[in-house]
Each structure stands twice: as C-alpha cells, then as structure tokens.
C-alpha cells in the first residue's frame, strides 16, 4: 500500500499563488509517478500535472505556464505550486500515485485525502 497525505489548500484572492504538498510512504517502489488531479463541484476529476521519479513533468494545457510540479527526493513528497490562480482553478484537489510512462500517466488506487482549493474573484 501507498499512502498519500497533502496539505496546502485554502482560500486565494485571483491572481495568488498556492502550494499543495503531497508526501507518500508505505510501498512506494510500486510507483514511479505522482499525479495531481482536481474536481471542481459537478465536473469530472481531471489530471493537472504529473511528475516521474525520473524527472519528466507534464500539464494540462488549461495550467501550462501557471503551475509547476516537483519532488523533494530526501522528503518523499511532491508539490504542487500554483501561480496566477483563476477563478476555474477552484477545486478540490488530490494527489495519486501512479505510474507514468513518456508523457501519459496511469493512475493506481492510491489517493489523497483531498485539499480545497478556492479562488475569489
């Protein structure tokens, strides 16, 4: 088993920045990628970014340019910055782990508890 403990939403003005943080433990030489995903209230969970052991990063385009996703190795946890928040940004947001190969990710059923994330306009 893989779990998964975030932290770091809350409320921003637009125009703010978050940073959500991820940390995994348990089996974690099951996966070798992180991912993000949000939902926002009455829409399908979407994937936002996700990052590789290996390094790789990959967007959505509705966040390319605004958001960054990294891994702090010696902490074994993965961030989520989000920079030049929208309105749409407002979601509910949850870490996966997963496995990621080239640009796609496969996401296993590990899941994050979930952080809300609201943007005020």
């Known amino acids: 088993q893989v779990q998964l403990v975030e932290s770091g939403g809350g409320l921003v003005q637009a125009g703010g920045s978050l940073r959500l943080s991820c940390a995994a433990s348990g089996s974690t030489f099951r996966i070798n990628a992180i991912g993000w995903y949000r939902q926002a209230p009455g829409k399908q969970r979407e994937l936002v970014a996700h990052l590789t052991y290996g390094g790789s990063t990959n967007y959505a385009d509705s966040v390319k340019g605004r958001f960054t996703i990294s891994r702090d190795n010696a902490k074994n946890t993965v961030y989520l910055q989000m920079n030049s928040l929208r309105p749409e940004d407002t979601a509910a947001y949850y870490c996966?782990?997963?496995?990621?190969?080239?640009?796609?990710?496969?996401?296993?059923?590990?899941w994050g508890q979930g952080t809300q994330v609201t943007v005020s306009s």
């Open positions: 996966n782990a997963g496995i990621g190969r080239g640009s796609t990710y496969f996401p296993l059923d590990y």
